[in-house]
């Protein structure tokens, strides 16, 4: 994989973003394109096409109390196929569950066990484009392969012997990336892909370059023992994978992403916004949980490293979609919210009487690195597909009840 270069960009084109949805060329802004050897970049200013929107919902699967079928105890993988057919694996169920694109329950495979398309710890699903819907089981240390409507296929074993709840991804071509530690013998854990075909056979290894970024950390020892934090609301390296076969990514402590395309160049995007800052009573809270979770390791534990910082990383995490856009997971001003006293009923008299609350938000960005918008989606909301302009993924309640919803994005019309 090639290694990112420091660039030292010459302007050679500048764009004023006249025509789009949602706004006049002020709050669009600008965008400056610029080349450097191997690498384009690409700076915007201003708001995008769209501007700043927020998803609505438009189908929801799920009960508090129902039809197994449609009550959910753990969801760990979901993905749409092209005619909008929903597959959802429940870790509780150890269980498929397959849905129309109306919502309407349509079948049921898997189940508990180590036999023929049985499950033990389903942990990820991906819809191939033939149909094929593949499951990750951890519990039976394999790849499970079956067809459209439920019928094992095949069986890939892991390779490796440890679980991760990161994704493991699929491309345009229908290779498989599985996660897994590249790490040389003796050194830390490194996080990359091991790429094969839905046979088994492997193709090659794919390890992120790094961006020589180390967060500052916090570490608590006492008799053989060891705990290692990271420093809250520090920077770190982020990266994901697209479908289209190549690595995005970058350190957060800028608004920068690296697009490392397939040809070996690289696609750089930057935006011009001001950080979020970390309020005070957010922060304090954040240090009083992170100095608990140490002392239960060595009671006599003092922070042993630096502060945790008042501004926060510009990112938080990144999603390409099967479209080729990159979502960006943006921070922002959290604001506080109490907490029922019912919750607190059995709590610590140094239980948090608050929590604090961020947006979901997120930037939009085109495979050529163009700002579409910011779109804000539901609180308790984990996405898992995107696509045109819906959002598939799962929600939870007050109640911690998991509910699998769909949204549209609908920017305004020019």
């Not at 830390?188 to 950390?217: A, C, K, M, N």
Request: proline fraction near 7%; hydrophobic fraction near 35%; charged fraction near 25%.
């Amino acid at each position: 994989m090639k290694r990112l270069v420091r660039v030292r960009s010459v302007a050679c084109c500048v764009l004023t973003v006249l025509s789009g949805c949602g706004g006049d060329a002020a709050s669009i802004g600008e965008v400056v394109r610029s080349e450097s050897g191997d690498t384009t970049i690409v700076r915007w200013s201003g708001d995008g096409e769209w501007g700043s929107i927020a998803a609505t919902e438009e189908l929801r699967i799920g009960q508090l109390d129902g039809a197994d079928e449609y009550t959910f105890g753990n969801i760990t993988g979901l993905d749409v196929s092209a005619d909008g057919s929903m597959f959802v694996v429940d870790a509780h169920a150890r269980q498929v569950r397959a849905y129309d694109a109306t919502g309407a329950h349509v079948g049921s495979f898997g189940g508990d066990g180590g036999g023929p398309g049985e499950l033990r710890n389903p942990m990820g699903l991906r819809v191939l484009r033939d149909g094929t819907v593949v499951v990750r089981d951890f519990g039976n240390r394999r790849y499970n392969l079956y067809s459209h409507d439920g019928e094992i296929l095949s069986v890939i074993n892991i390779p490796g012997g440890y679980s991760t709840t990161s994704p493991f991804f699929i491309d345009g071509d229908g290779l498989l990336y599985n996660p897994m530690n590249v790490a040389p013998p003796g050194e830390s854990w490194r996080d990359g892909l091991e790429r094969f075909r839905i046979d088994g056979t492997v193709v090659d290894t794919i390890e992120p370059p790094s961006w020589g970024f180390e967060q500052p950390t916090l570490v608590a020892k006492r008799e053989g023992a060891s705990a290692v934090y990271g420093v809250p609301n520090t920077p770190r390296e982020v990266w994901t994978f697209s479908p289209r076969g190549y690595v995005v990514g970058g350190v957060s402590s800028a608004y920068a992403i690296q697009y490392l395309l397939p040809d070996s160049t690289v696609l750089r995007v930057e935006r011009a916004v001001e950080p979020a800052t970390l309020a005070a009573g957010e922060k304090a809270q954040l240090e009083a949980r992170t100095t608990r979770g140490l002392r239960a390791t060595d009671p006599s534990w003092r922070w042993n490293g630096p502060p945790i910082p008042d501004v926060k990383p510009y990112y938080h995490s990144l999603f390409a979609d099967d479209d080729g856009r990159i979502w960006v997971r943006v921070s922002g001003p959290s604001k506080a919210e109490p907490i029922d006293p019912e919750d607190l009923a059995d709590a610590g008299p140094d239980a948090p009487r608050e929590r604090w609350v961020e947006p979901n938000a997120h930037d939009i960005f085109t495979s050529d690195g163009d700002l579409l918008g910011t779109v804000e989606l539901p609180q308790q909301f984990t996405m898992y597909v995107a696509r045109g302009n819906n959002v598939w993924g799962v929600v939870r309640d007050e109640f911690d009840v998991q509910y699998v919803v769909r949204l549209r994005i609908a920017p305004a019309e020019s």
